[in-house]
């Protein structure tokens, strides 16, 4: 299974941007879809994560801002970001596990301007 991560870019404070991360294949015993992300110098940290019952999980740090989404049949995760902050600042990654293994998107950047 490939990841393709989309949507990073440049987006003022304030603003909003849309993350998706579309895998190339069906993915079959899909368990959780997640988005982390990298700040330079910092440790890779999990953003956001969805269950296949919809539950979700969030960061303390974005809780409020970002939601994460899925289209099983696109087979995509999003992660919608408001009010972003210089902060959020970093490489994003998405990441699904499978009864099969794990896999990593290759990432895309986001940099918010203050």
């Known amino acids: 299974v490939q990841l393709q991560a989309s949507g990073g870019g440049l987006v003022q404070a304030g603003g909003s941007l849309r993350l998706s991360c579309e895998a190339s294949t069906r993915i079959i015993g899909l368990k959780v879809m997640r988005w982390y992300r990298q700040a330079p110098g910092n440790e890779r940290e999990r953003v956001a994560s969805?269950?296949?019952?919809?539950?979700?999980n969030y960061a303390d740090s974005v809780k409020g801002r970002f939601s994460i989404s899925r289209d099983r049949a696109k087979k995509t995760v999003y992660l919608q970001m408001n009010s972003v902050e210089p902060r959020d600042t970093a490489i994003y990654y998405c990441?699904?596990?499978?009864?099969?293994?794990?896999?990593w998107g290759q990432g895309t950047l986001v940099t918010v301007s203050s």
């Open positions: 990441n699904i596990d499978t009864v099969f293994g794990t896999y």
């Open positions: 969805i269950l296949m019952n919809g539950e979700t």
